[in-house]
């Protein structure tokens, strides 16, 4: 049997939004707004999203898949910008992308029978890749551009000897994949051990058997370890070229 949370348990989950807002208060951090906004716009997406995909269940497989799963690339492709809005076809490049990590992802999942091609499927596990994939792109590009500016005078240094871009990035490049993929390297290490997955967790709440549940789990989980190193080798190796110039010479994005 499923169970179920009624409206008046939800009530006293705000308990859990008055803890952050007192550490916020007596640390004098000025969190305060962030909290509480997050939470009250956090709740009202959820419950959105709830109805949005109560409907999109009904569609059918054809209609409702593309339709949520174009939405969630094209505002994931916004908020990944972000990271590095000031480079030159950053926008392009991180919804190419995602189009392509999707692609192949959901690809694999229909020819090796994975999963079956029905919204309540494919639309839950493609936001888990495609949230995913934004993070590991967002990373990557806030990364870049630490690296890049911090190693400014090591790059004109080596461009100065002779070095091609390419060669003068390859550290950049090196550091900027590593700290884009750790997270989900040592978030797959531990699964099972030091958490129990959400995706496993929420089919054995529904009632699913446990095995069952890792089967699943180990789909999404190996499927986003895939997708998220995928995209961020792929805005990385995108957009390295554009802290240069034509002539090859270093410059600052927005130049």
């Not at 716009?41 to 497989?61: E, K, M, N, S, W």
């Not at 967002?138 to 551009?145: F, P, V």
């Not at 699913?208 to 370890?225: G, H, N, R």
Request: glycine share 8%; charged share 15%; aromatic share 10%.
């Amino acid at each position: 049997m499923t169970p179920e949370v009624s409206n008046q348990s939800l009530f006293f989950l705000i308990i859990f939004v008055v803890i952050p807002l007192t550490l916020s208060y007596f640390y004098q951090l000025g969190l305060g707004k962030n909290v509480l906004w997050s939470a009250f716009r956090g709740t009202v997406q959820l419950f959105a999203i709830g109805y949005i995909l109560t409907y999109l269940f009904d569609l059918p497989a054809n209609v409702g898949i593309p339709l949520m799963v174009g939405i969630m690339i094209i505002i994931a492709t916004f908020h990944a910008r972000q990271k590095g809005k000031e480079l030159p076809y950053v926008l392009p490049v991180i919804f190419i992308s995602l189009i392509f990590v999707e692609g192949c992802v959901l690809t694999m999942w229909l020819v090796f029978d994975m999963v079956q091609f029905r919204p309540s499927e494919v639309i839950p596990m493609s936001g888990m890749v495609i949230g995913n994939s934004m993070v590991a792109m967002g990373l990557a590009l806030e990364r870049m551009k630490s690296e890049f500016r911090d190693n400014n005078g090591r790059l004109l240094a080596a461009l100065s000897l002779g070095a091609e871009p390419k060669q003068a990035s390859h550290l950049i490049v090196q550091r900027t994949l590593h700290a884009a993929l750790i997270p989900n390297v040592d978030r797959l290490k531990t699964i099972g051990l030091v958490q129990l997955p959400g995706m496993m967790t929420g089919l054995i709440l529904g009632g699913v058997e446990p095995v069952m549940a890792i089967k699943y789990q180990l789909v999404i989980s190996l499927s986003i370890f895939s997708s998220v190193s995928i995209s961020a080798m792929f805005v990385t190796l995108a957009m390295y070229r554009y802290f240069f110039n034509k002539n090859k010479q270093l410059i600052e994005p927005g130049e």
